[in-house]
């Protein structure tokens, strides 16, 4: 059914004195008259979409010279009526108001940056002029969108791409989150059909699935609460579906895993009560810790204030709950729009006329906006400073040359290098930031100009995945680290294989690529990673290759394992390919690292080795102690002591009194008068060796003991 002049003048009335109606009613029969023969897309008379809108801005309750502006709203555009002709039917403020919109309308977006900059310069300054201009601009194109249906498939893109970029941020802005929701949904339903679609069958399902569960939690809730003596009023939710697609997209999760999309709204009387539910909420049911977030201490920028956290409910669902008073509700269902609405307007105001020019913090920001883009005289700098001010959860930076770049807050230097070039990424360093340099965790800020610092020996690694925050660096680190896991592990099955086989037949050579077909692998390097990553085992390639091979195999094992340790893990590794380094000596309890040595396996160090610091980084390979191995390592020990008799003998006898076995022991004169006393011991595990070093200082005369 279209809305016809009576239910506009029927919501009106409500709230504006008999007077005030007048004024509508004649503007609804100028445009009626100027719109008469025009019809739009879909065939409609032409005069619905300003009824449409002038409706939306009644149920706003925003004043009548808002609701005569949006009936008027198209007049001058669309046809030869001009601003003069306005203001004399309906006076200035209307004029201005209907004057601002068509400024608008007139802006085109289709165009390169500079010009596009200059374009939004126009709108925020038509709109900035009158609130009232902003929020009528807002409802018509939030009608346009929804009938936008009729448009090609261009402008279809054109119109939802603009609508996501410039408006949906303005209502955010204003704090007028169903509009802002509404227009975000439309924009994501013609932008992306298919994602929309998709995600739309999978929500709508788990709406239906869950909607008895939601209703059983929302009783427990309310009991919980009434035990607690807390009045509350709770309604369940569902998240709006361009968010929960925005949320899949930046942890990069695919559609079909949507998990908290549940919600419930808890409505109390005092922000105390807020609190005390929040506290009745945890007690009952187990939160996620860092999803508590407390915008009632710290308001968003437009205004919202609520309690948001997350919990695990009956069965493991997840559901999102936020407690807020009734006030806090309109305010973040209405935003800027709620100040009027929640006051009596009519009562308090006799002319019913709202007043943009009223001093209150959600307009401060417009009026910043405006003061400070009159100082900008360049296009790109006025874009700019408007982007940070309609965007508070995005970073805007630089490069040196001065090209923009956006990401989300938290963003860092790896983020910025990777979204300019993939190897510029996987190089980066670090990064000059306004000059200084930066470590490549440094946070991004609005403003700063980024120059990234690379180097050729850089490469990513693990620890890159929690410091990125966008995910196109974030799996660009993941396939760089994917690609070197195969490289290690063909380099690893490489040497598992050769060395086995020329232990069982020293006197044949080696052919791998007629050994990776007889087990049906596509290529050698398949092959290989297969075993380097523990999928095929070596002892069952050779079994297959040698069948007679197991009779020998209980022998020469025995005695390989004899002569390495064995207490080291590597996935997939058999033991008889690790050793342990010389230089440092590693011990059970030693943070370690192993290095793939060609034609020896696996080499462990200790992590703080100065040597394996050396070893090309690439060859690296995360190694694990076996703690249920008890096997003895040696472990070259220096005591420095006072140089009198008797002082060698206290040391072997505190040593021998621990059960280990020392060796090669030598005692050396120092040039201070002192002595050294070198050897070798054996020992279990790091523990063992504390407990050694603490007894050999506390022997009278030892002024020094170190592990060499
Ligand atoms: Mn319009």
């Not at 261009?154 to 169903?178: F, K, V």
């Not at 609405?341 to 308090?348: C, P, Q, R, V």
Request: proline share 3%; aromatic share 8%; charged share 30%.
């Amino acid at each position: 059914m279209p809305v016809r002049i009576n239910d506009i003048i029927d919501e009106i009335s409500t709230y504006v004195p008999d007077s005030g109606l007048r004024l509508v009613e004649k503007a609804y029969v100028f445009s009626a008259r100027v719109h008469q023969g025009q019809t739009r897309l879909n065939g409609e008379p032409y005069l619905n979409h300003p009824l449409e809108v002038a409706y939306i801005v009644a149920q706003m309750r925003l004043d009548v010279v808002s609701v005569a502006a949006a009936l008027l709203h198209d007049t001058i555009e669309d046809s030869l009526t001009k601003r003069e002709d306005i203001k004399a039917e309906f006076g200035e403020e209307v004029a201005s108001v209907v004057d601002g919109l068509t400024k608008i309308s007139r802006i085109d977006f289709r165009s390169e940056e500079e010009k596009q900059a200059e374009n939004f310069r126009k709108m925020i300054l038509a709109m900035s002029k009158d609130l009232r201009v902003l929020l009528i601009k807002l409802i018509d194109r939030l009608h346009n969108m929804r009938t936008l249906a009729f448009h090609t498939r261009q402008n279809q893109l054109r119109i939802a791409r603009e609508t996501l970029d410039i408006y949906a941020p303005l209502a955010n802005r204003l704090g007028i989150h169903w509009l802002q929701t509404e227009l975000e949904n439309l924009s994501f339903m013609y932008l992306e059909p298919e994602d929309y679609r998709i995600l739309k069958a999978k929500m709508d399902s788990i709406a239906r699935e869950k909607e008895d569960y939601l209703r059983n939690f929302m009783a427990r809730v309310r009991l919980k609460l009434e035990e607690a003596g807390i009045k509350s009023d709770i309604k369940s939710r569902i998240k709006h579906i361009y968010s929960v697609y925005q949320k899949l997209k930046r942890q990069n999760i695919s559609l079909s895993n949507v998990y908290d999309v549940l919600g419930i709204r808890i409505i109390v009387d005092t922000e105390a009560e807020c609190y005390a539910a929040l506290g009745v909420i945890h007690g009952s049911w187990k939160p996620i810790q860092q999803r508590i977030k407390d915008f009632i201490a710290q308001p968003k920028p437009n205004g919202y204030k609520s309690l948001h956290t997350t919990v695990i409910g009956p069965g493991g669902d997840r559901i999102e709950i936020q407690i807020r008073t009734r006030e806090m509700d309109s305010v973040a269902n209405d935003g800027i729009a709620a100040h009027w609405l929640y006051k009596d307007y009519a009562k308090t105001h006799d002319d019913a006329k709202f007043d943009p020019s009223k001093e209150t913090h959600e307009l401060s920001w417009l009026r910043r906006l405006l003061e400070s883009h009159r100082e900008l005289k360049n296009p790109r700098d006025f874009l700019r400073s408007v982007k940070l001010d309609l965007y508070p959860e995005e970073v805007f930076v630089f490069t040196p040359k001065g090209e923009v770049f956006q990401f989300p807050v938290g963003a860092t230097p790896l983020d910025f290098a990777y979204s300019v070039h993939t190897q510029l990424g996987h190089q980066c360093i670090g990064a000059k930031v306004n000059g200084q340099i930066v470590k490549l965790n440094y946070e991004l800020k609005s403003g700063d100009v980024v120059e990234i610092l690379r180097s050729s020996k850089q490469h990513p690694s693990k620890d890159w995945l929690r410091i990125a925050k966008t995910s196109r660096a974030k799996n660009k680190i993941q396939a760089w680290l994917r690609a070197q896991e195969r490289e290690q592990g063909i380099a690893l099955g490489r040497e598992m294989v050769e060395k086995k086989l020329k232990a069982v037949h020293p006197e044949q050579d080696v052919d791998l690529e007629s050994i990776a077909k007889v087990f049906a692998y596509k290529s050698t390097d398949d092959f290989l990673a297969a075993i380097g990553f523990g999928r095929l085992s070596v002892n069952h390639v050779l079994n297959k290759l040698y069948p007679d091979y197991q009779k020998k195999k209980a022998r020469s094992q025995a005695a390989e394992k004899k002569a390495e340790g064995a207490s080291v893990v590597v996935k997939g590794v058999d033991n008889l390919l690790i050793r342990f380094a010389k230089c440092c000596r590693p011990i059970p309890g030693d943070d370690i690292v192993g290095f793939i040595t060609r034609g020896k396996g696996i080499t462990v160090h200790r992590s703080t080795c100065q040597y394996a610091s050396e070893i090309d980084s690439q060859r690296m390979i995360p190694v694990e102690w076996d703690m249920g191995v008890n096997e003895s390592h040696e472990v070259e020990m220096s005591v420095v002591c006072e140089d009198r008799p008797g002082m060698l003998g206290s040391i072997t006898a505190a040593i021998g009194a621990k059960n280990v076995n020392i060796s090669r022991l030598k005692a050396l004169p120092l040039a201070d008068g002192n002595s050294a006393c070198q050897f070798f011991v054996a020992i279990k595990n790091l523990a063992e060796l504390e407990r050694l070093t603490a007894d050999l200082k506390r022997i009278k005369g030892v002024i020094r003991v170190e592990r060499r």
